[in-house]
């Protein structure tokens, strides 16, 4: 009988020092940093390229600190840790985010273009699909429109001209696969129409004039082949195309 008891205050004073060890062991709550020192640690992440790091802070600010006024900007910036790891499509829903909760922002342009410029940086060359060209400029319109006097509107007004110019030479690409690899001049000619009505003023035009009365000639439209030689050899003659069109031209008398 003593030798039970024994064992037993044993066992009881063994659990006591494991569970008064427990204690210790386990680590002190972190107390819930101001939203002031989380932006300020998570821009010194930003700045030092610790992406992850600078994420886990205006994470913090958005969750714990929903109503201050750092709230918007940390949205913002783990859409731009994201955009700077190039992760494009994380980026793009953070900055489509932000613009549904403060479209009126003062910062509402800087993401607006952010997220325009994350489709612009992926867009693929004219042999491959341009349905990311086509939302980096539906995007670069929605700044301008949006906000028109914003510091990033004439750098979206010269990229809505690139984006344009891409999508033309798209359109160029596939009219010379119908015209020279499948001989189908009906198919030609509607991509080159749709250039000259959807895509006007961008670097294509000439040679969109120049395979149009190509396909003119295939057809046996030689009238309106002449016509579309002489306006390329008047209006665009400091152009290869419109070189080609006058040479054309003269064989042709």
Not at 67 to 75: E, G, H, L
Request: proline share 4%.
């Amino acid at each position: 009988m003593g030798l039970h008891l024994s064992r037993l205050r044993t066992v009881c004073l063994a659990t006591l020092l494991f569970l008064g060890g427990c204690g210790w062991l386990t680590a002190t709550p972190q107390p819930v940093l101001p939203a002031e020192e989380l932006y300020r640690l998570g821009e010194q992440d930003l700045a030092r390229s610790r992406y992850e790091d600078a994420r886990s802070r205006f994470k913090d600010i958005v969750a714990r600190h929903p109503d201050s006024s750092y709230a918007p900007r940390a949205r913002f910036l783990i859409g731009e840790t994201y955009f700077r790891e190039g992760e494009f499509d994380k980026a793009v829903k953070e900055f489509e985010a932000f613009l549904a909760f403060y479209p009126q922002h003062q910062i509402a342009d800087l993401v607006q273009y952010r997220l325009a410029v994350s489709y612009y940086d992926q867009m693929k060359p004219v042999e491959q699909d341009q349905a990311l060209t086509g939302k980096a400029l539906a995007q670069f319109k929605k700044l301008v429109k949006d906000y028109p006097q914003s510091r990033y509107a004439s750098d979206a007004l010269a990229k809505i001209d690139i984006c344009r110019g891409r999508l033309a030479q798209k359109e160029l690409f596939i009219a010379h696969y119908y015209y020279d690899q499948q001989d189908n001049t009906a198919a030609a000619r509607q991509r080159l129409e749709g250039i000259l009505k959807n895509y006007q003023h961008t670097l294509v035009i000439p040679e969109t004039l120049f395979l149009l009365a190509e396909v003119n000639f295939r057809e046996a439209r030689t009238a309106e082949a002449v016509a579309l030689f002489r306006r390329l050899a008047a209006e665009y003659a400091y152009t290869e195309w419109g070189k080609r069109a006058a040479q054309r031209l003269s064989v042709s008398r």
